[in-house]
Every structure is written in C-alpha cells, then in structure tokens.
C-alpha cells in the first residue's frame, strides 16, 4: 500500500503529540484507524518507529529520522498548495514580550525563503494587549503565556508551564510571607499573567508591597532581579534561557500556566499560518 499525505501527517502528530489517541483527536480520525496508519508506515519501511508506553508513545531512532523527513515534506507539500492556489503571503502575528520574537526567528526565515514577498506584522506585549489586538482584528494569531480567558478567543494550548519567583532575596529566608514582604517588585507591565499573579498572592497573603518599578526591557528586568533589586515573576520554562540562579516555587493554586496558540473564534487559519504553527510546535 503506497503512504500519502494524511498517514504522514499523522505520523508528524503522533510523533509531536507522542500519543495516538490525542493524534486522532486532533485530526478527527478513530483511534483504531490511526493506529492502522501507524502500522502501515512501519510496515512500508520495515522498522519500528515508536516505543509503546503505558502513557502514550515515543520515537526510536529510526523513527525520529523519518520524522525530520516527514517534517520536511509536509512544509513542500504545503507550500505547493499555497502557491499553485495563490494565496496571499501574510502573517500578522503576536507573542508576550517574555517569550521574545528572537525565539521565532528560524521558522520566520524558512518561510521567507519559501515566499520571498511574505509580509509578516509582529507586535509583542503582555498578554492583554495581544488578545485585544486580536479581536481588534489588527493580528491574526499569537502565542502567549496565560490562562484562557476572551470567550470571543480560542486558545489552542500548546504546552504546560509553570510560575517561578524570582530574586536574589529568594533564598534569604524560609517562608513565602518572609520572601515577599515589603519587598520591591519590577514589572514589565501590570496587565500581564506575571504581575496579576503575583498580586492575587500579595492580596491572598495579606502581604505588603515595596515599591513599584515599571522596566520595560524584559530581559533587563530578569538580571535586575538576580542582582537583588527587587522580585518578578516568570515562567520556569524559561530560568535556563536567562541562566536565571535566584527563584523560589510559586505555591501550587498560583503555579499552573499554559502556551496557547490564540485566534478569534471565527478565524481560519491560512496555509501560511498552518506553517508557521507547524514549525513552532516544538515551542
């Protein structure tokens, strides 16, 4: 049986999602349907191409190098079909200043060598500010740090994270009250999931601020923090990126956060915009 583009496109997400059940969830297939197209694939190239687990699956070695293949292709096919159909080039685009535009940079580059007349609009800012924009109708999509909340939005999430504090007096004391009382906290923006977190612990514990110092510049806020300036909050997927040494756990009803993928609720995504998520699913 010859492998067209729906089994690997459900190898590419079996693979991302390491879950057969959550891949034809995702691409509306019966579960036994898609595990029959997993089958026929290895059967195609005569190897084992995941390891089964009790919860979910992972790539063998063979497995990941036909994954970097497939990834390959699908971004060709794609591409095919946006330029036989002549669709526009144009992606406008948001992300949290926190998770920086530098982060998009290869899947920006590989779309403008694929479309050299790609336009591409880029706004960065807490996460309020995206989701207005969005519904504003002024981008298109975004990714963002936060927790679902526009019921005019859909929030696609795309990861787990978790909220740190952060601060070289952080490990001056033993209990969360003796951390943040009267300390200086520095925020980038009042409107974004960090400093309205924060707040809820503040109001919750029934603690006191020290002073409010608005710093715009997001990594700089972050080193301002380790020097011992004040405290911020931020998500731990990101201590390794800013080699970030001072940060304490955020209690467990306050840690949860998510990355979405948001769009307006009557938003259809563009060959281009599929791409581009595409490329960024390993966020």
């Avoid at 089964?52 to 699956?57: L, N």
């Avoid at 292709?73 to 946006?82: G, P």
């Avoid at 779309?111 to 807490?126: C, F, H, Q, R, V």
């Avoid at 915009?273 to 966020?283: A, C, T, V």
Wanted: contains cysteine.
């Amino acid at each position: 049986m010859n492998i067209d583009i729906s089994d690997i496109r459900s190898f590419v997400t079996v693979a991302e999602l390491k879950s057969i059940t959550a891949a034809a969830n995702k691409l509306n297939y019966l579960q036994s349907n898609m595990t029959a197209k997993i089958k026929k694939i290895e059967n195609h190239y005569k190897r084992q191409l995941f390891i089964r687990k009790p919860k979910g699956v992972e790539l063998t070695e063979s497995g990941m190098n036909l994954y970097a293949q497939y990834k390959k292709m699908i971004f060709t096919w794609e591409e095919t079909e946006n330029k036989i159909y002549q669709q526009e080039s144009v992606l406008r685009f948001g992300t949290n200043t926190s998770l920086g535009g530098m982060r998009f940079y290869p899947s920006f580059s590989q779309l403008y060598e694929a479309y050299p007349d790609l336009s591409i609009t880029m706004k960065t800012g807490p996460t309020g500010y995206i989701e207005d924009e969005i519904l504003a109708g002024n981008l298109d999509i975004a990714y963002a740090l936060g927790h679902p909340k526009h019921k005019n939005l859909q929030y696609i999430q795309k990861a787990d994270d978790q909220l740190v504090i952060i601060g070289k007096n952080m490990i001056n004391h033993d209990s969360l009250e003796e951390c943040l009382n009267h300390q200086n906290i520095l925020l980038a923006s009042e409107q974004c999931c960090y400093a309205t977190t924060l707040d809820s612990i503040y109001t919750d514990h029934k603690l006191k601020k020290g002073e409010l110092t608005h710093i715009y510049d997001h990594e700089a806020l972050i080193h301002f923090t380790q020097l011992g300036m004040g405290i911020s909050m931020i998500a731990k997927s990101l201590i390794e990126k800013y080699n970030i040494q001072y940060y304490r756990e955020t209690p467990e009803q306050y840690r949860d956060i998510g990355l979405y993928l948001i769009a307006r609720h009557d938003h259809v995504f563009t060959p281009i915009e599929k791409q581009f998520i595409g490329l960024n699913d390993s966020l």
